[in-house]
Every structure is written in structure tokens, then in C-alpha cells.
């Protein structure tokens, strides 16, 4: 049976520390065998410090995945779909490579974060070293409760890992869009609490859907449209911040991709009759990549050298 990565359907931490790499040339030989390696010093880890509730996650790119495992690829593993307007522009990053970490204790993420570190300088360049944080009681920036839809208890692994009755090579894996959304919290302070529930469409307190007028196209309301025609996706998200930037670090997984295109276009409104999520107004989408989460047993797999090209 498939072993998943523990950072996918884990529970909400309080910290998380993000890398993204790229792979200099000629080493996917031996980045199969320390890719691998990461998720198992991660475990040591969590072990040793079990208070602390420490997982990883270790993505591999859309554009970098045939260079590392070029003997076999995920059933349309597709890039972000090219979704930029006039209105909301998408800033994309050519990382190869994505790790998260996560824990209650920021501490142990960067114990974490240095034994990687270790393990993996000389082969790759870090482009991007971001953090974030559990906001006040899981709410976002704007004030809200993050993600009031998001799948619990055992639909989380329903909805992100691949079933090995529909892919046995891949069981266990996921699909994940990353990316890091930059809130104009300046004007979106300056909103009223009722403008601001009419975009959201729900409670700013309670997170109690709203029942008004229009409520379809709040960014509620996408969500929904989104989940009827089958873009159901699992959510990780904490704050991001510095003294001049305000927003998230999101990753959304699924076990199909075709729910991720399906999440993200209802959010932007390429079809005609739809009408865009008004959050992305006050928002700009900052280092969006696609990447896929292989499971624990294929990159151990194909670290020993099971897997051959054709």
C-alpha cells in the first residue's frame, strides 16, 4: 500500500517555512535518491520532537518532472492554465522543485529546514524562502475564517490522493497549484464589514454563509460553483506577512487535475456567463506554479532504481 506524504491531509500548524528550488544540471540522479531522503529525515525529526506535529511535502514542477522521472508522468499533470485578464494578472515562479515543512514550534522548522538544506546544497539553488503563520483562530488577513468549505475528516485524503484502483504507480500522490496571494490590505481596511461580507459571502465573525441578494458571486459563491462542476480541491493556506506585504501562502491539492483548471477558471470567470470572484480585485497572485506530490513509496522506489523507462 501506498505511502503518502504526511504533510498533505495533516492538520493545521502554526508555522510553515516554504522552499522553492531549482535543480542545477546533471543531478537528477542522484535528487531521486535525496528527494526521497528529505521525507525520511522529516520523519526522524517528527519523531523526536512529536509535540510538535512536524510534516513535509516535497512537489516536483510540471516542467521539471520528465528530466527526474522521465519513465513515467501523472495522467494530465498540466500547468497553471494561463488564466491572467485585464483585471487580475497571475506572477509565475520556474521553481523545479517545492519543499513545505510545517509545525506548532518555529524552531523545528528550521532544524528541519537546515538538515535539508544539508542534504541538498550543491545541487540546487534556492530562488524563494518564504514563511507563514497560523493567523489569530485559522482566519485569513482579511479578517475572515480561511476556507470555510475546505473538505474534513476522511474526505480530505478522498479529495487529494490518487486511489490506486484509478492509478497504482501514483497512488498516493497529488496534484497542488502553490502560490502566494498579495492582499491590497490598505483599501480592503478601508471597506466597510458589510461591503466586506458581500464579497466574501459569509460572516466575518462566525463564517455563516450569506443569504443575500448576489450571494452566487461572492468568492463564496465560487467556491460552490466550483465544487457543483467538480472542482473540489483541499486547501492548506497560512498568513503570509512582512511590513509591507500582506496575503497567504496557498497550496490546493486533488487527486484529479481537471479540478484544479475547474476551481481556478470559475474563480476568474473564463466562461462568459459567469462572474469573477471579487476577492481576486484587492489581490494579486505572486510565484503560482503547478507541481505533483509523488507518494513516499515512489520516490523511494525510484531512488533504489525499481522504476525503467520503457
Known amino acids: 500500500m501506498a505511502r503518502e506524504q504526511l504533510g498533505i491531509c495533516a492538520e493545521a500548524n502554526l508555522h510553515g517555512s516554504y522552499l522553492l ?91 528541519a529546514l537546515q538538515q535539508i538544506y544539508q542534504l541538498i546544497h550543491g545541487h540546487v539553488e534556492v530562488l524563494d524562502q518564504l514563511s507563514g503563520f497560523r493567523y489569530l483562530d485559522g482566519r485569513q488577513l482579511t479578517g475572515f475564517v480561511d476556507a470555510p468549505l475546505n473538505p474534513r475528516g476522511p474526505l480530505k485524503r478522498k479529495v487529494a490522493l490518487i486511489d490506486a484502483k484509478v492509478c497504482p504507480i501514483f497512488a498516493g500522490g497529488s496534484y497542488v497549484f502553490f502560490y502566494r496571494w498579495l492582499l491590497d490590505h490598505k483599501v480592503w481596511s478601508q471597506l466597510s464589514t458589510q461591503q466586506q461580507e458581500a464579497i466574501m459571502g459569509y460572516a466575518k465573525l462566525d463564517a455563516k454563509p450569506g443569504l443575500a441578494s448576489g450571494h452566487e458571486h ?93
Open 218 to 310: 461572492s468568492h463564496l459563491g465560487c467556491w460552490e460553483a466550483a465544487h457543483a462542476e467538480g472542482g473540489l480541491i483541499l486547501q492548506q493556506n497560512m498568513a503570509y506577512a512582512t511590513l509591507q506585504l500582506q496575503g497567504a501562502i496557498s497550496l490546493n491539492f486533488t487527486a484529479d487535475s481537471s479540478a484544479l483548471t475547474t476551481y481556478w477558471q470559475q474563480r476568474f470567470a473564463v466562461h462568459a456567463d459567469r462572474i469573477a470572484d471579487p476577492l481576486l480585485d484587492f489581490c494579486q497572485l505572486d510565484l503560482a506554479a503547478a507541481f505533483f506530490v509523488p507518494s513516499l513509496s515512489f520516490l523511494e522506489a525510484a531512488a533504489r532504481g525499481d522504476f525503467r523507462a520503457p
Open 21 to 111: 528550488c531549482t535543480v542545477l544540471d546533471g543531478q537528477e540522479a542522484v535528487m531521486r535518491y535525496k528527494l526521497a531522503r528529505i521525507l525520511q529525515l522529516v520523519e526522524r525529526l517528527s519523531e523526536h520532537f512529536s509535540e510538535a506535529m512536524l510534516t513535509a511535502v516535497v512537489g516536483i514542477s510540471h516542467h521539471y518532472w520528465d528530466n527526474l522521472y522521465p519513465w513515467q508522468r501523472p495522467a494530465n499533470f498540466q500547468t497553471w492554465p494561463d488564466l491572467s485578464s485585464e483585471h487580475v494578472s497571475v506572477s509565475f515562479t520556474m521553481a523545479d522543485l517545492l519543499i513545505q515543512v510545517r509545525s506548532d514550534r518555529q524552531d523545528v522548522n528550521y532544524i
